[in-house]
């Protein structure tokens, strides 16, 4: 048997998404053959990322620093006419990288495996209502004219989107959907940046 | 961009084995949705493993406790007249679960990706000699009547197990390799203990 530590940690790595009890195990033995140093850094890295990174106090993405929102929040050249509903942090990060788009963001959280009434409850969706009507509450002095939902383009994103559409009709907002260029059952994530700009481009 | 402790977890984990940029992003926000007690766990484990881990002195297995052996090397009621050789921590575990050895074990190290004289330096050859010549300068009392070669079928491994044969057939000692049931091309890691016990017992 492993000793205790090699267990724990084999047992921790087994949690990540996608990894089993044989990968987990090389992961550990992987580690053990790094520098102390090394593994160190690692520790206090992993330390940092629940005590130094925080999330936005307008649209959810984590940052590091002093301030209650985030750099884009802050940001006085960006478009404050324009928000834009993403599931994760990562897909916010695929389109600031595409540089196509200059408004601001909200991180709706997720993913979910379906739309049923609990899941759905996993989603920010009355604090993206109270971001569109009062942004001034989070800090934020915008006026959107335009949401933009960026979901992904499959049956739970396509159906998160019409559910947020409905909703959000009330509001008298322009709503627009990313359309043209992504394909169906992807994930925006992994969209390259001329995907992510004809989806952008063609939205409607 | 990310917050510059997510970006330095992403580069941690894009270098454990098999693991790209996208896993990695994918397992930093995995962690970063986990309470903060859990992190702080996985966060002292990962120092415990290089402090509290260490490596038997006799056969390199990696254990805790104040000894200078692992318990294997220390269990009186072994067969001190066997050592198997093993490539890997796995390899010796796969084996101990099975319940088919009690002879003691060495861990040689690897995996090595060829056979050049660069790479078998990497593997624990001299190390290897000096236990079975001298096995009481290192805190076990044996007296090794039979080597098993239990490197993994492929192969590298075989190649190994050739060049350790010619080098050990110097001792005078009974050198026998894993024979039947272990499927060419496979990893002894991933037998099961049917296909272990097999190639225990038709060992040539």
Known sequence: MYPKTIRKLIE????????GQKTATR??????KQKKEDIEEFSKFLKDLKEKVKFCKF????????????????????DLTKICVVEKEQDLEAIENAQ???G???????????????????LRVKELFERIKSPEKF?????????????????????ISI??????????????????????GGELEYADEETLKSAFEGRR
């Open 12 to 19: 921790i790595f087994s949690k990540f998404p996608g990894i």
């Open 27 to 32: 992961f550990v033995f992987y580690l053990l």
């Open 59 to 78: 649209c959810f993405k984590p940052f590091e620093g002093e301030k209650q929102l985030c750099e884009i929040c802050q940001n006085p050249a960006r």
């Open 100 to 102: 196509i788009f200059n």
């Open 104 to 122: 601001l963001y909200f991180v709706l959280g997720g993913p979910i495996s379906s739309i049923s009434k609990e899941e759905l409850e996993k």
């Open 139 to 159: 800090g934020v002095f915008g006026n959107f004219k335009e949401i933009i939902l960026a979901l992904n383009p499959t049956v739970t994103g396509e159906a």
């Open 163 to 184: 559910y947020l559409e409905k909703k959000l009709k009330k509001l008298g907002k322009k709503i627009t959907r990313l359309g043209k260029g992504l394909p169906s």
